[in-house]
């Protein structure tokens, strides 16, 4: 049974940081983009970052892009999210999700999400 468990999220002031953390299990890790996605209240989820199975490319949405840092530790089966200058606007739900695509087929899981709430 795969497994997505996020962690880290809490309630800080604009402006600070926070580490997110998914662990992996039940999969292959190395063997997935892993990527996250946020969801404020009232709207859809939507893309933050991803990051390839090697660690060798990786994504951003503009709106983070520069303040955000997506990292992944195969050898711990754990993706990372780093978020520095922290504004308002980041608050969310965020979710970690994991993809792969294996000839006509693809798999895609999803964590239950992480509250990051941001005072302004």
């Known amino acids: 049974q795969v497994q997505l468990v996020e962690s880290g999220g809490g309630l800080v002031q604009a402006g600070d940081s926070l580490r997110l953390s998914c662990a992996a299990s039940?999969?292959?890790?190395?063997?997935?983009?892993m990527g996250w996605f946020r969801q404020a209240p009232g709207k859809e989820r939507d893309f933050v970052a991803a990051i390839s199975w090697s660690g060798g490319n990786t994504y951003y949405a503009d709106s983070v892009k520069g303040r955000f840092t997506i990292s992944r530790d195969n050898a711990k089966n754990t993706v990372y999210l780093q978020m520095d200058s922290l504004r308002f606007e980041d608050t969310a739900v965020y979710y970690c999700?994991?993809?792969?695509?294996?000839?006509?087929?693809?798999?895609?899981?999803w964590g239950q999400g992480t509250q990051v709430t941001v005072s302004s």
């Open positions: 999700s994991a993809d792969r695509e294996a000839g006509t087929s693809w798999y895609n899981y």
């Open positions: 039940g999969l292959t890790f190395s063997s997935y983009r």
